[in-house]
């Protein structure tokens, strides 16, 4: 009922910059909190950035380098990457915490993912 469609992933080298977009389409009612998380090989989906209300959290790793925005007439978030680190490297996904009519309580919804790759 809720699409997430990313874009945006690619290979960079280092301290190379990347945005990266996710749009919300569907029986959208109301979303709640959007986000950004991210895999590498071997380790688990830690969140990256999340915009909840007038709240923004930051990944350590990544306080300073990245930003999340959203444009909510579009359903929109972005992540803009900068100065990336080979450590970085990883499938990046969207996640949307959105109700489709009047209910309780909202259903997570994620992206398909995204490859961002940071090599020299």
């Known amino acids: 009922q809720v699409q997430l469609v990313e874009s945006g992933g690619g290979l960079v080298q280092p301290g190379g910059s990347l945005r990266l977009s996710c749009t919300a389409s569907?029986?959208?009612?109301?979303?709640?909190?959007m986000g950004w998380y991210r895999q590498a090989p071997g380790k688990q989906r830690d969140v990256v950035a999340a915009?909840?209300?007038?709240?923004?959290n930051y990944a350590d790793s990544v306080k300073g380098r990245f930003t999340i925005s959203r444009d909510s007439a579009k359903n929109t978030v972005y992540l803009q990457m900068n100065s990336l680190k080979p450590e970085d490297t990883a499938v990046y996904y969207c996640?949307?915490?959105?109700?489709?009519?009047?209910?309780?309580?909202?259903?997570?919804?994620w992206g398909q993912g995204t490859q961002v790759t940071v090599s020299s």
């Open positions: 569907g029986s959208v009612f109301s979303i709640q909190s």
């Open positions: 915009l909840s209300g007038a709240s923004t």
């Open positions: 996640n949307v915490r959105a109700t489709t009519g009047w209910s309780w309580p909202p259903n997570d919804y």
